[in-house]
């Protein structure tokens, strides 16, 4: 083909029918044409390694139809070729020329305008049409970005929480480190200041001091190991001091068996009673009271016709250092023991006179008074008015003789030994002098609120007594 020739046909822009060949050649740039790639490719890859913007996403169907278009007249086309290839092998090797030519060409040409896809465009679309439109300006790592000076800046936020995130991954890797060093540090605190198990050693057992333990007197050790449940009177202290507990215990309970003995040859209406009931228990009943403590700091027993508790009147020992009892009597007896007694004493008020008066009785329980009634009965009253009644009891005279008397509501007496006496060789001897001296006390009263069987009442004895009396009288008259 003539040059002229040839160049009209490349300048003539008009689709020739079956002259023109696809190219089969790669593109030097890396990136195919959207008229030649398939739709998986360009729906995919394609889209994403060339960042394709939506128009071009839309007008891939359109493409895809032109393409199609161009492979039917290509195919065409090859057909006339080869037709004409048969007839003229000069216009062919001519056409050969020109087809390399429009190869190159096209490789040079730009590509067709594309027509605007359906469809809203993507975020991806959106963004690069704004950073098209706007202008340039400069954002703060000195480059020039497009767009309005809020997308600017926007876009310029962007590119710095990147390097930010970096350096807050690394300073969260170091806050982590250094909370893990913290967390082996509250570890080690832990370790170090936290609960520890102290053991506390159980102390040992008092020395007796050469003093061997007696059957008939008490031991010293047990009035120190009292002394030291009152200061410290909790159950924590007293369970480290079992052992010292058992023993002072196992030592006031020989001493109350061979006491018992003794208070039974002294008064025989006493009979023999286990030691349970007989001693008092060290733990106290705080559930009334306001008392929180939980032990009783002494030990005590009582004897009487039923042993500690009852109804009768009892002897009573109460061991505490420094204040160490010996009593009895009655001790808060009921409404109608108190009745038996206030008639009794408003009957018959010399018998609870002569007793009082018995001066081995007045030498161990009332020692200040004076050797006379009125003196007595007002010590008596004295060392029992802690209890008794502020007026004159219901049925009786304010007027009466006896009134301080039927005022009381116990009816006890007591004398203070020191701690030397009950840890002397004659301890028991000294307990039983006040219980001797306390034996017409407390039969006294028995006999009042518990007669015996057959015994009726003291008017009885004494219409006996007088009636004596009056016979006696009698004959002396006839001699």
Known sequence: MPPKKRAAQAMDLTPQRGSRRRSHRISSNGKSSSYFVDDDVTDDSAAEDAGLSSRKQGSRKRAKY??????????????????????DGEDGDDREDVHEEDEDDSEEAAPPPKKRGRGRPTKTAQSQSASKTAGTTTGSAGKKTK?????AAAAAAATVPKVQSKKTKKDDADEDEHEDDDDDDDDDDDDEDGPRIEFIPIPELRDTGGVGYEDTRLHKNTLLFLGELKANNKRS??????????????????????????IIEADETIPELPLKD????????IRFSKDPTPYKPHYSAAWSRTGRKGP??????????????????????????????????????????RVLMNPEFRRAFLPKAKDDEKSVLKAFVDSNKENALKTKPKGFNPDHRDIQLLKLRNYTVGRTLTDADLLGEDAQEKIMACIGAMVEFVTFLNTVIMPDPGQDSDSDDESEEDGLASDEEGGDAED
């Open 66 to 87: 032109e393409s199609e278009e161009d492979e039917l007249a290509y195919e065409e086309g090859s057909e006339d070729d080869n037709d004409d290839d048969d007839h």
């Open 147 to 151: 767009g309005r000076p809020a997308v």
């Open 237 to 262: 202290w007293l369970k480290l001091r079992d052992p010292e507990y058992r023993r002072s215990l196992k030592d006031w309970e020989s001493f109350v068996e061979t006491l018992t003995e003794k």
């Open 278 to 285: 007989v001693i008092f228990r060290i733990y106290r009943d």
């Open 312 to 353: 009768y009147a009892c002897y009573y020992v109460h061991v505490e250092p420094g204040h160490c009892i010996v009593g009895g009597g009655l001790w808060h007896p009921d409404a109608a023991a108190c009745a038996k007694l206030r008639a009794n004493i408003d009957e018959r008020p010399q018998r609870i006179r």
